[in-house]
């Protein structure tokens, strides 16, 4: 009789095609587990209300092959401002790697009037020392900022590029969501990373540092 007939029964199923090490047990208990946690917070940075800039040089090393930033509510000064940002290999003496990047958006208005999804080619670099866009314009009213997520890529390599990708969203009179994919042309280890706005300060919200295991 073939599984899945009438009839069939768990005793059809035979021991030994069951791997019964490290998976749930019949008491409801799991077993066999290594007692990891797969984000280990490294470092956060708290705006004050008057930050020209947020930088990260300590943490990022050999330690872990991927890194991610968490963005909460991070909310400008000035409006329409982009959150840009930029490596170093010099651990934060200066920014300014090569990168090249793509970069498009997704948007839907709050009154339903408008959306869309495009790609940005006056937003992506090539071969270029710029920072980097990964949000769209941000207003400064006091419900506007911009959230979301930054992943690097084993920034330690003295091999290979260092390649990172970032989702953004942010609110203004929509929900737009900022997406952009690269890499650091270099050879040399990325060990510092710094955020800004386009214009003006970091008045408002988080930044966390994760290594991932």
Do not use: C, W
Not at 34 to 41: H, M, Q, Y
Not at 173 to 201: C, H, L, M, P, W
């Amino acid at each position: 009789m073939a599984f899945g007939e009438v009839g069939t029964s768990l005793s059809k199923i035979k021991a030994n095609s069951l791997n019964l090490a490290g998976t749930f047990g019949f008491t409801g208990t799991v077993s066999g587990l290594a007692d990891e946690t797969p984000l280990v917070l490294l470092s956060t940075f708290t705006s004050d209300g008057s930050d020209s800039t947020a930088s990260f040089t300590s943490g990022i090393d050999s330690t872990y092959k991927e890194y991610l930033f968490v963005f909460n509510n991070i909310h400008p000064e000035t409006d329409n401002a982009k959150l840009t940002f930029q490596g170093s290999t010099n651990g934060g003496t200066g920014y300014g790697v090569t990168v090249t990047t793509t970069l498009f958006n997704s948007y839907h208005g709050e009154n339903d009037s408008f959306s869309g999804l495009a790609y940005d080619d006056g937003a992506d670099l090539a071969q270029s020392t710029n920072f980097q866009e990964i949000s769209a314009n941000v207003g400064n009213d006091n419900d506007t900022a911009a959230s979301g997520i930054l992943r690097l890529y084993n920034p330690s390599s003295t091999t290979f590029v260092k390649h990172f990708l970032s989702t953004m969203n942010i609110i203004r009179d929509r929900s737009q969501e900022t997406f952009v994919g690269g890499y650091f042309n270099t050879t040399s280890a990325i060990n510092a990373v710094q955020f800004k706005y386009s214009s003006g300060e970091i008045q408002g919200g988080t930044i966390d540092l994760f290594g991932v295991v």
